[in-house]
């Protein structure tokens, strides 16, 4: 029998495009269902009651839920070809240490952006490039974070990419002018088909943020 394979998503969010991307690189089929997170479905409350938030990847009626847990589940369940977690068990856990540091800090960061002003909000633009900064370094000289190829720490990190445009519209700055190799990297990943396809367009983005600040009350 076929794997039945549903992921519970949300179009913007950069935790459900790490599914998507992993799914599109392993060619994994499966069916993609749009959440709304203001009206959640009874599915994603009974699939994932812990958190009650999206991704949930159901993988044959079981749920798989937290988005670096289902990135692991995945490529452990479609090795393929190029598996995204590297064989050795130091860079393993390289790759797993920098995953923690982006959900540690990045998503974080990057909502105080949109959802700040004044002080507040200088202060989160000049974390964001130390964030930023710091990840730069660790990608040094390489073509992508785990090396040579496109792997796991690339597809945790590239869907923060669509938001830019929403940061740099609402903190009114250039990440490109302050992180260049951070940018060229991002461009290196849009070039493969499996991020071109699953990043949402950059004003899409912005006009969701738009709704994000009226809901917080900062617009
Ligand atoms: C975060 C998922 C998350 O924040 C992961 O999967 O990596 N650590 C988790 N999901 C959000 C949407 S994206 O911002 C969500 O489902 N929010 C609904 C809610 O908080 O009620």
Redesign the pocket.
């Known amino acids: 029998m076929a794997d039945e394979v549903i992921l519970l998503d949300?179009w913007p969010?950069m935790?459900g495009m790490r599914a998507r991307i992993a799914m599109t690189e392993k060619g994994v089929h499966y069916e993609y269902r749009d959440e709304d997170?203001w009206d959640k479905s009874p599915l994603l409350l009974k699939m994932n009651p812990i958190h009650?938030?999206?991704?949930v990847l159901i993988h044959n009626g079981k749920p798989v839920c937290?988005?670096?847990v289902i990135l692991q589940y995945i490529d452990e369940v479609w090795p393929g070809e190029s598996p995204l977690l590297p064989s050795d068990p130091y860079q393993r856990a390289q790759a797993r240490f920098w995953s923690d540091y982006i959900?540690k800090k990045v998503y974080d960061c990057g909502k105080k952006i949109w959802s700040t002003k004044g002080e507040e909000l200088e202060a989160a633009k000049k974390e964001y490039i130390e964030i930023l900064k710091v990840l730069e370094s660790e990608l040094g000289e390489k073509p992508f974070f785990g090396g040579e190829s496109f792997g796991f720490v690339d597809v945790a990190l590239i869907g923060y990419y669509s938001w830019f445009p929403a940061y740099e519209t609402y903190g009114n700055f250039s990440i490109e002018a302050e992180c260049p190799k951070f940018i060229a990297w991002a461009k290196r990943c849009m070039q493969r088909e499996s991020v071109a396809k699953t990043l949402p367009e950059g004003n899409k983005v912005c006009e969701f943020v738009s709704i994000l600040r009226k809901k917080v009350g900062i617009e």
């Open positions: 949300f969010s935790f997170l009650k938030k999206i991704p937290e988005s670096l959900d």
